[in-house]
């Protein structure tokens, strides 16, 4: 099939709201400047033109009773979406998404229900520093209730959108800021992306290589410098973190006997630990050698050489893979470094 | 229901609802210690007027939204009593399956989103829902139940600008008992205004203090009419006073931080007791008794309700 009509990941998520807002009267966006010039990385740039303020709307700076006006009217039935510029800011949401938004369905035995989204950029760039590039899916991740998805590439950011203004759950929708820019076949016509579907980016027989977001980026870049050594690595990349598919995972490493998970947020507590403890569920016997890799513990830095220090990238975790297979290397292969373009090409400010 | 009846019509029908959540109430004072509800209580004790006023103006396709101390609105918008007594007993004819308990209750039939047991998360989700409302051109306004402790939390203030901002059919009840749990206003507020609060965000405001019915019916249909016709949300302060512990079926004054005296006045002039002599005794005998019945009905099919089956822990995660 020929693969010619190519969007940005951001322009993917601006086409399926656009479809599902023209489809759906219900559907709404509304937050922090997502009527600004600037449009958030231009996926909401100008819904409230084509649809009015009250279709797409600014808010005050209340983000938790923002929340809260989503999840009522949701309640009404209708199909919030409320953006962030950055998941950090989710933090003042905690009240409204964990204790109310989780929890009608349930407490309702079903009478009542939340179909929200809630948008929220994550991840490094341009020195965001500490309170602008965490990466807390595993705090949602956690809570019965919630669902969250983190779509890499431009088809999977249009369909998993569209499915997520569908589904009747609040959905926690998560989008690396360095992805807006890439491009990838979309197509025209409207389509969903089921949650809990893993992807098989790339086949391999030596190493299974689970990633999230924009480490995917970051594994794929890893598998092409494995294989001047020699090592072909499945590349797998989750796309949904909560319902999360690790079959797919499980059936991978039944293949290559190696499993590295690298996590696009901090290793303690984070979406490696479900991985490989569900991996480990489903091979009681015959658990794989395994690693994992994740932001360092630390709090993230501002300054480049330090910011550098913190991520992973294709060569520690091409390394990483290498010291697993071959335990006696140790650190003595360094292999050429693969240019970064989304990274280098990022000067922020958002 | 706006009872259309005349006036003695009218203290009937809230005089039956206001002892139906006495008695209620009462009766699960008295068998709370038979542990037969596994789970805390809130009485609306001395509190049953406020959501009996308002409610008495609302419309059936208005919405209310209460909080944890929600068994009088919930039986004062004509909640299935059943239901609710089931639901304390865990069982699975509760208005929540049993999941809910007495600090969740609601139902989807009366406009009643099953209420939470965070103070003041409630009011967010209520400006939701009114603007749902005014979205869809429903000509219905939302009503929302708060406590003079969550008016301390930023998420009232929050609500209070959006509402006031897009001019939302919102009419917020504050049910002022003087107390959060067992910390006075004096210890909270250095300046306890509520309407005046309400001022600062262009939502119009009254109080009511003197705990008279009559004045909180005719306050608040005027508060209604306002929010009914447009002008935008209106912030009602009702004073009340809850006579059980905050949580709990007995008394608490040896706690001290609240007397017999304090409270005396708000005993004398129970609205439900003031209500009761303004109709015929014959009238109100006949009330007594058929409100009882139908409390010993609710509780003795409560007992003979069935628990949830253990799988059903499972249903109603995801939608």
Redesign the interface.
């Known amino acids: 099939m020929p693969e010619t009509r190519q969007l940005s990941y951001g322009e993917a998520i601006y086409e399926a709201t656009l479809q599902e807002m023209e489809r759906d009267p219900s559907v ?1 966006v509304y937050g922090l400047g997502v009527d600004d010039p600037k449009g958030h990385y231009g996926t909401t740039k100008d819904f409230h033109e084509r649809f009015g303020p ?1 279709r797409c709307f600014d ?2 700076l ?1 983000e ?15 199909r ?1 979406i409320h953006v962030h510029q950055r998941m950090d800011f989710l933090l003042l949401c905690m ?2 998404l964990i ?2 938004a989780a929890k ?12 929200m989204v809630v948008r929220a950029s994550i991840g490094r760039s341009w020195g965001q520093g500490p309170q602008h590039s965490q990466a807390l899916q595993s705090m949602f991740a956690h809570v ?2 919630l ?1 969250v998805v983190a779509p890499t590439t431009p088809y999977d950011a249009k369909g998993c959108f569209i499915e997520a203004i569908r589904d ?2 609040p959905v926690i929708f998560i989008e690396h800021r360095l992805l807006y820019a890439n491009k990838g076949h979309v197509p025209e016509e409207s389509y969903t992306v089921p949650f809990g579907k893993a992807r098989v980016l790339k086949e391999g027989d030596d190493v299974t290589l689970v990633a999230t977001t924009h480490m995917v980026v970051e594994a794929l870049r890893a598998r092409e410098q494995l294989k001047t050594i020699g090592i072909d690595a499945e590349v797998i990349d989750l796309v949904s973190l909560s319902p999360i598919d690790t079959e797919t995972v499980s059936k991978s490493v039944n293949k290559t006997d190696a499993l590295v998970v690298v996590d696009n947020g901090w290793e303690n507590c984070g979406i490696s630990a479900e991985v490989i403890a569900k991996v480990a569920e489903l091979n009681p016997t015959n658990f794989p050698k395994f690693a994992r890799m994740g932001f360092a513990p630390v709090t993230c830095p501002t300054t480049k050489v330090l910011e550098n220090e913190f991520y992973p990238n294709s060569t520690s975790i091409a390394q990483k893979v290498n010291r697993l297979l071959n335990e006696d290397q140790g650190n003595s292969w360094n292999p050429v470094p693969m240019k970064a373009t989304e990274i280098e090409a990022f000067k922020g400010p958002f | 229901m706006s009872p259309t009846s005349s006036n003695s019509g009218q203290y009937e029908t809230l005089f039956e609802q206001m002892l139906t959540i006495r008695l209620v109430e009462e009766k699960v004072a008295v068998i709370y210690h038979t542990d037969a509800v596994k789970s805390p209580v809130h009485l609306s004790i001395g509190q049953e007027a406020p959501s009996v006023a308002v409610c008495a103006a609302l419309e059936k396709n208005d919405m209310v939204i209460g909080t944890y101390r929600g068994h009088a609105l919930y039986l004062a918008r004509e909640g299935d009593l059943d239901a609710m007594v089931a639901e304390l007993y865990g069982k699975s004819e509760g208005c929540g399956r049993g999941k809910a308990g007495s600090m969740h209750l609601g139902d989807k039939s009366i406009g009643m989103p099953h209420t939470s047991a965070i103070v003041a998360t409630g009011m967010p989700n209520a400006i939701g829902v009114a603007f749902a409302q005014k979205f869809k051109k429903e000509n219905a306004i939302t009503a929302c139940f708060i406590g003079d402790g969550a008016v301390d939390e930023g998420a009232v203030s929050e609500s209070m600008n959006f509402a006031g901002l897009k001019k939302l059919p919102l009419l917020i009840i504050v049910e002022n008992n003087q107390f959060a749990i067992h910390s006075p206003i004096s210890t909270r507020m250095p300046r306890p205004n509520f309407v005046e609060r309400a001022a600062a965000f262009n939502v119009a405001g009254a109080s009511v203090m003197d705990n008279d019915l009559d004045s909180m019916l005719s306050t608040s249909q005027a508060a209604i009419d306002h929010v009914r016709s447009g002008q935008g949300p209106f912030l009602l302060e009702i004073a009340t006073y809850r006579w059980k512990e905050h949580v709990g079926p007995g008394d608490d004054w040896a706690l001290g931080y609240r007397t017999k005296e304090d409270a005396s006045p708000w005993f004398e002039n129970d609205p439900l007791k003031l209500c009761g002599e303004r109709i015929a005794a014959d009238r109100r005998l006949a009330l007594e008794s058929k409100v009882k019945e139908q409390i010993t009905r609710a509780f003795d099919r409560a007992e003979k309700g069935t628990f949830p089956d253990p799988a059903e822990m499972w249903d109603n995660v995801y939608a």
């Open positions: 709404f009250d808010t005050p209340s938790d009773t923002m929340t809260g006006l989503g999840v009522g009217a949701a309640l009404m039935g209708m919030p009240n409204q204790n109310m009608y369905h349930y407490v309702s035995a079903g009478q009542w229900s939340v179909p019965p209730g669902k009747n759950n």
